[in-house]
């Protein structure tokens, strides 16, 4: 007999579609551009409604993180439950990953989706799995009248910078230094819990921003070896670019930090206390996260933000 993963999706009956299903084969824009996205990354898309759906949620979290603070399951039962049903990826019946998150509620924004983790089994990442996954939290979220997702994310790590403001064109208006406190799972441990928070703005196409023209003002600067570069500070242009509104800043971090980390701890403490002072004069003058381009200053990655009214086709409630 042969062997049934515990981490494959159970079977449905044809003539009982769940309510996932039929939101990802309604005739929609915004769902054919998810199913072509997953398509092409070689999986399909389904709501996490069961029980067996959490547990493959919660292998593919031990997958990404260790064994440290997994949600629950029946917390994610209670979200599927609840309306904010989970997504994941599957290859035949196996699940490669998954998106979750809720509906939030804030002061300015009103109603939200705080989308809380995407996540692929490593040999998955870096495929487009990921980005199908955004593409069908986006399509549901449209579906529940909301156009507006938030989340946070790590300043320097490039790769999900990349993914978050130039593939999914989100920007971010906010900044919080140990936003999480000391984290202890497998990515996170012994660093400071920085994040930015995005904004994505679903109304929009995804895709990418323009980079503000304009000569910019370089305020930390990628200098030395590829691997293992230092930054390099220059607080004052920062105040002389922001102080009409029109100039734009430039952010530059190391294109592997977790690497740097790992291969010299004490250099990957100075990033983290660089770009978290400078961020958080940044936001305090004003400007905001509208772009990313990966390979912009000598080969390392830059971040360009500026002010709502310098940066092209910023949301209007916003501004």
């Known amino acids: 007999m042969p062997r049934v993963s515990p981490f494959r999706r159970p ?7 769940s309510l996932g299903d039929k939101l990802r084969d309604m005739p929609s824009d915004a769902w054919e551009r998810a199913n072509q996205a997953a398509a092409s990354a070689g999986v399909t898309l389904g709501a996490l409604t069961s029980l067996e759906d959490a547990e493959s949620v919660v292998h593919v979290m031990r997958e990404t993180w260790g064994d440290h603070d997994l949600m629950p399951r029946e917390m994610l039962r209670a979200l ?12 035949g019946e196996d699940i490669v990953g998954y998106v979750l998150g809720w509906a939030g509620v804030d002061p300015d924004d009103g109603i939200h989706v705080h989308s809380h983790m995407l ?3 490593p040999s998955r990442r870096h495929a487009g799995v990921g980005y199908a996954l955004k593409l069908a939290q986006r399509a549901m979220s449209l579906d529940q009248g909301i156009n507006l997702v938030r989340w946070t994310f790590d300043p320097l790590i490039a790769r999900n910078a990349h993914f978050n403001v130039t593939k999914l064109g989100a920007h971010c208006d906010r900044f919080n230094r140990n936003f999480y406190g000391e984290m202890g799972d497998t990515l996170n441990a012994g660093d400071r819990s920085d994040r930015l928070v995005v904004r994505w703005d679903l109304d929009r196409e995804p895709g990418p921003w323009p980079f503000p ?4 003002v370089v305020v930390v600067r990628a200098a030395g070896p590829a691997d293992l570069p230092r930054p390099e500070r220059s ?3 920062m105040f002389e670019a922001s102080a009409d509104g029109e100039g ?10 977790a690497n740097l980390r790992r291969v010299d701890p004490g250099l990957g403490q100075e990033w983290r206390d660089a770009t978290g002072e400078i961020l958080v004069e940044c936001f305090a003058l004003g400007l905001r996260v509208v772009a990313f381009d990966a390979d912009l200053e000598g080969g390392y990655p830059v971040y360009g933000l500026a002010t709502p009214e310098a940066a092209l086709d910023w949301p209007e409630d916003v501004a």
């Not at 079977?11 to 579609?17: C, I, K, N, S, T």
């Not at 599927?80 to 290859?91: I, L």
Request: glycine letters at 16%; a negative charge; one cysteine or more.
């Open 248 to 257: 734009c800043v430039r952010l530059g971090i190391p294109r592997d930090y």
């Open 119 to 121: 996540a692929t089994l």
């Open 235 to 237: 607080e004052e242009a």
């Open 80 to 91: 599927a439950e609840s309306g904010n049903v989970p997504w994941g990826a599957f290859d």
């Open 213 to 216: 023209t304009g000569e910019g």
């Open 11 to 17: 079977g449905r009956l044809r003539d009982q579609p």
